[in-house]
């Protein structure tokens, strides 16, 4: 069973909209190596998790409740660099189509108009070439050693194409956020190199993959100066043996030592997003917009729901 | 950020294994409007949500919460309908393939064979009829009312289709779960509905759909007795103002009255899944196994992370 | 501008429900060479069509204004197959899940569970395997040779793939329909090829393809008795050119001549589709249809809207 | 059975090609909320429609058959604005690759490249990214309620969605199309919405959605003014009940009256499209020209063939 | 540039049609981890190679080269499985529809109706649910160790599959292939692990995966036993440096050796596949035939192609 | 069984990188009538070939075997069009991201990212829309006749779209690949034109589609001139029965003769392409590199594989 606060795993920097970085983005999110993936890859094997290595089933699935936060985070990020992008190249929005004008007429050139026509400026389950997720990605064989294989190889590939995602944009807001996923997907690599080096893998000088010294990136350095590349959360409320797994040294074989912890150290306030009038979005007008300014007020003595903490323990 | 503990949302009742009634709860899981579909379409939508009405954005962002606890609660019950298939029709099942012979010759035959060469008698992110699960089922117009509306045909259709899948097997493990996702549609088409009135609508007798009072299937009745077809849960560990909009009476106009609440009043064990030879899962020869029960010893000593509780607050 | 009448193009004769044949005719409504395709590629060239060949453009709509009476037709069809299908093995179906009986258990055993789970025993726009119709099936390249190619290469194996389905089963239901599409397939092979033939192909004794005498198929034989393999309407209310091609001896060169006709000699009632409590459909509670019964009633004086043929010469 | 004539529901107004608005018009044809499938789902649910509601038939038929001169209409728009495009950016357009050189240069920078080398400066079945549209677009779920509710929200986001298109352009012929869609979407928001009324629902000020009064865009409101989007019309040529339902007030409840015809009040002759070298279409060298050229001579006394009247009746 | 000879890499063995057991195998065919997505990977993986590495180019190629030998072996198996099925419960078969019998009776009720309404009971590009193969499925991600890695876990589950097919049937024809198929993926896993080898990688006792020791299958046994699960062909015309990593010790730490060799020891005939009149296979009526067969005869005296060995050297 | 040298079927010429022409002509390597569908379809109908025309199928298969050679041309070609994009519009290319810089930041702009981000600036198996190929594309109808009229269509609309993308660039690596597959393409034209010949069809002044002097490309013109429009290539080791139908007057009937070979009368040498440290391609840091090396010294005494020659007679 699930549950959320409201805190985003890393915060959303603030730059000018740039609806291509978005696009680009795109393919962290909802390409065939990108969170939506890890996060549904995870925890279909976990939930489909068999025998007793329970350690091995929380480390999967720790990883995979993470994932969601990632998803989380990327789809602020790329509703944040596609928010006021119809001013992007310098017209001036107005209230809609005020007279038949064209307010939003940079979106139909942009790389995926669905941003604009389907999406309201926001974040769309599809990759970097508006292909939409596919469940085919998700690969859950039943069979440990070739799960954590696959697994090693789906982070792989997802840091690499961040590492070329982060080449593409020096926008800030799209920086942060990569930065931070090449650190994390650096974790994730060695939680999964680890767990195979728990059943005899030497790994030498291979990992990680790419070979690059991403602290090479000011934005990555950063964080892995605060050692978030060899820390992993549990995300479990009542318990997790993932740390008799991620502990010791790192498999990238350079001194570091793995951490596990139950949580990240930090949370970050989420960003509220405004309404956006071109986009009829949320859309209410002044009778029905009343009429949900109602359910604010007036209800100041509702008597709060129970807490979780009373009836989870 | 997400959280878990290792708890189901309903129990997982034990019966005989069926193949065909695993591929029917297939539809549940990974079909057009399946739970995988109500997860992410929540959960996009509340990532891009626009504009201030909170008590919207929380009721949308809980639901799509307990969504993942679906997603969750139906992949266990279609692993455990698949568990032992082989045996299905009276073959004893044999370690793998010894001399030679053909010990899951049942499997080519049943409804989506990939349950068996693809997976390892787990749940497949598919539908009833073997296609995967896409990105382009998820609607996020940034519409308010139009999304509200979208999702109250989602779950609506949801409902539907789980009522005709009830009558398609007497098997106790589908109907328990698919009993207890029958109650959860209709409180969340509640929900949207209830969104929906606070707009304006009057539904008077349309609701809910399918008009069929689903108290006469006697799985269901024992829950909705219980109430937890007028109750929803917010699943958000640091508050949420649903009850802004959940709360009062339900629009299906029967007399009933809406209930929030942090969480369901009942958690319920996980089954573990045991280990399954014939589809090499989890594959590990006693060589190996000697190295991954290596890691459950010796490490008592272990420093437990610290608690979740400790730091999120 | 498109008009309809309450008529089908063939009669829809009765016989047992058999979901498996209901499956295998899919493939004539939503395969890749099925009448949806043909259906949406003549539309589609004849909207995209350029140049002065009035006469090309005439032939080519004038099929796909029929395509379009053929997807009602074979839908009609389809969904007569499978209705009542849940006593089909025998099962007396009952109220839904009385006292929780499972009254279609036999549906998640039939070839596509959606017919059951998804549709209501009804037609769906997917093929045999289960695929859903894609727009890539459209081919409209704006080159008239190569369409005119193409067409007959669709008309083909269209026309193949149902003579293979006809000897799939003795349903009367099924192999009426088959009969008439077959018929009508090779009079659009012919269509095509006369096209063609106009630019100076000759065909000798290559056609139809394929190269088999369907009257050996006693259903098709009395069709083509009565000449309508050798026929093609216009469907078109304003005139058309279709004359100029379809005319004088067949490209099948077997001695006979095409006739062009403003529409079929005979068309035939649509049947009603009776309700399927166990599908909830249509679904409307006794408090429902009574509103519903309020439409029939009090308005007999309804002013009728004025006809088509008034507005529109 | 279906029946054509050479006329257009909206006449298609001239201006320079545009080929990144035709892109985005792709959209509102080939999306997952266009006309191909409003077309395609009213369609489905008709054919398949179930028990004796004969005016709730007529009236999800009705706006089908409508559907398809949309699509007509439509795709003629797309091919317009594409027509001609390789001049779009200046370069003057030459016989196909005189001595080698690049005529349509431009083409390869394109939204969608396969206007240019899979179309012929055509319209295709795809969507705004270049999705091909798909047959799990179709709802038919056999269920009434549901149905015109999934109906309602299927209009309500076709409509949001070309407001949004109107605002990403000022071209004449993409406005003209767009702004008779808006409209239209509108009074089969109507349609639905009413039907609900019937069984119940009062929707106070919800409608239309997206609550804009879109009469601010100065072409739909010469449209609306002569009031198009209260009225629906039957294309029915034997009669229909439709008018049971779609009559009083609108469901907007803004004072407004629906009114059925039996087609629309005007109709629009439909443009030719001039021949296209580069694109090599419709590619008749002279010798074929020849050959089609004498399909229009020499055959003057031609029996017309009989009139769709002297047969239908 | 590549070249062919007619024979098969392995014999196809007679048994009788077994239309489930094809279906099966269609997954080693059409599948996500099949030899058509091992045979594009590769050759995409070796066109795009960059570097000077040829020893791993010629590597990775020299395995997509035998790939498309095994989409050739895999195909005639899955041809032979199907071939006279239309016989394979008993119905005897008679021409096509003769008076209107229906011989292919059975075929609507196989798992893959396409087998026999699409294919003439021949081989299709698809997995055993039916579903198209699928570009996306190659990985091609230009980084050397990643693609390596990525290669090794395709070989990894398309040898786990072919194990669990395996268990699945005890027809002869089916198990010929797959027992050779386990056989070369297990050889395939030693070549780039062993690629990995050299740059640093220890697998100890991790492979092959699955971990488990095939020549308990007998017909596993007997090709291991010939050493074919250690050898690795170039199939390279003009040289290759493949045996610079393909050599030594195997990187199962087995005692076993790798060797490479120019192609296998043997080759094998192809079998005809016999005409099938109820697919209208290949459909040449006697008059077409008459023409065919000319093409046999009075050309004794052509001049024979000039040999390939002629020019290439 | 397949073999390769290490040869192309026609040079890369050298120019300019071009990502937009890369990205067209994908269309000729991943779209629905590209090089990957003719190889996929030849080769499943020669593996499918049922009776005992030899002729036909050595035809139809020594094509296929061709169409593997153009998948590697047209995808040498388009990695050599995308190599060193970065610096497509002027940006200096330097190291990954030192100090952060933005080197890629033309990519995300251009028309597929993928070749960007998911690919490392090489060919990707999709079309221009970024539609991953799919295996609906191959037509397998079993019936000669419809399988070589549709691979007839199928040659003629690769041509049409190939003299189309001619037309979009004046590139000289686009074209030199352009002008050898129009030119190509005609041939093939040819050889299913002329099976159906030897069946009884006049061609007359049909073809070749598009009916376009493609000799007035001054690239094609120094092709045809060479006669490679006539001729066709065995590509078969062990002799081959194609000359039995490609012989004789073409069937375009102007006065050109057909000629078979064994094998392309030049071949020409594969151009290495380089690392991209942009793209971490090959990727390998100097400790790997090291690795690497040491594979191509000290074994100089290897033991050279045995030639195939040896072994396969």
Same mark, same amino acid.
């Given at each position: 069973?699930?549950?959320?606060?409201?805190?985003?795993?890393?915060?959303?920097?603030?730059?000018?909209?740039?609806?291509?970085?978005?696009?680009?983005?795109?393919?962290?999110?909802?390409?065939?190596?990108?969170?939506?993936?890890?996060?549904?890859?995870?925890?279909?094997?976990?939930?489909?998790?068999?025998?007793?290595?329970?350690?091995?089933?929380?480390?999967?699935?720790?990883?995979?409740?993470?994932?969601?936060?990632?998803?989380?985070?990327?789809?602020?990020?790329?509703?944040?660099?596609?928010?006021?992008?119809?001013?992007?190249?310098?017209?001036?929005?107005?209230?809609?189509?005020?007279?038949?004008?064209?307010?939003?007429?940079?979106?139909?050139?942009?790389?995926?108009?669905?941003?604009?026509?389907?999406?309201?400026?926001?974040?769309?389950?599809?990759?970097?070439?508006?292909?939409?997720?596919?469940?085919?990605?998700?690969?859950?064989?039943?069979?440990?050693?070739?799960?954590?294989?696959?697994?090693?190889?789906?982070?792989?590939?997802?840091?690499?194409?961040?590492?070329?995602?982060?080449?593409?944009?020096?926008?800030?807001?799209?920086?942060?956020?990569?930065?931070?996923?090449?650190?994390?997907?650096?974790?994730?690599?060695?939680?999964?190199?680890?767990?195979?080096? =728990? /059943? !005899?893998?030497?790994?030498? @000088? %291979?990992?990680?993959?790419? &070979?690059?010294?991403?602290?090479?990136?000011?934005?990555?350095?950063?964080?892995?100066?605060?050692?978030?590349?060899?820390?992993?959360?549990?995300?479990?409320?009542?318990?997790?043996?993932?740390?008799?797994?991620?502990?010791?040294?790192?498999?990238?074989?350079?001194?570091?030592?793995?951490?596990?912890?139950?949580?990240?150290?930090?949370?970050?306030?989420?960003?509220?997003?405004?309404?956006?009038?071109?986009?009829?979005?949320?859309?209410?007008?002044?009778?029905?917009?009343?009429?949900?300014? =109602? /359910? !604010?007020?007036?209800?100041? @003595? %509702?008597?709060?729901?129970? &807490?979780?903490?009373?009836?989870?323990?």
């Amino acid at each position: 069973m699930f549950y959320h606060i409201q805190k985003l795993i890393n915060p959303i920097v603030d730059d000018e909209p740039d609806p291509s970085a978005a696009n680009a983005l795109q393919e962290g999110l909802g390409g065939q190596f990108g969170e939506m993936r890890t996060m549904m890859q995870y925890l279909f094997q976990s939930f489909n998790f068999r025998g007793d290595g329970k350690a091995y089933l929380d480390l999967i699935q720790g990883i995979g409740i993470e994932e969601i936060s990632h998803v989380e985070l990327i789809s602020k990020t790329i509703s944040k660099l596609l928010d006021g992008a119809p001013g992007y190249k310098g017209k001036k929005f107005d209230v809609p189509g005020k007279g038949g004008e064209a307010p939003m007429e940079m979106a139909k050139e942009q790389k995926n108009p669905h941003h604009f026509i389907v999406g309201a400026q926001g974040a769309l389950p599809v990759d970097a070439a508006g292909n939409p997720w596919s469940g085919s990605y998700v690969h859950c064989n039943g069979n440990l050693v070739l799960d954590l294989l696959d697994n090693l190889v789906l982070e792989s590939t997802g840091r690499l194409q961040k590492c070329r995602i982060y080449q593409m944009s020096e926008n800030k807001t799209l920086r942060a956020t990569v930065a931070f996923l090449i650190a994390r997907d650096e974790a994730h690599e060695m939680a999964f190199a680890k767990a195979l080096e =728990a /059943l !005899g893998v030497e790994w030498n @000088k %291979l990992l990680p993959i790419p &070979k690059f010294d991403s602290s090479r990136y000011p934005e990555v350095k950063k964080l892995i100066d605060g050692g978030i590349n060899r820390e992993q959360y549990t995300f479990r409320i009542d318990g997790s043996d993932m740390e008799k797994i991620f502990r010791g040294s790192a498999p990238a074989n350079d001194g570091t030592q793995l951490v596990t912890l139950a949580e990240p150290r930090e949370k970050y306030d989420i960003p509220e997003a405004p309404e956006r009038p071109e986009e009829f979005s949320p859309g209410l007008d002044p009778e029905l917009q009343a009429l949900a300014d =109602a /359910l !604010g007020e007036a209800k100041a @003595k %509702l008597k709060k729901p129970s &807490k979780r903490e009373n009836t989870h323990r």
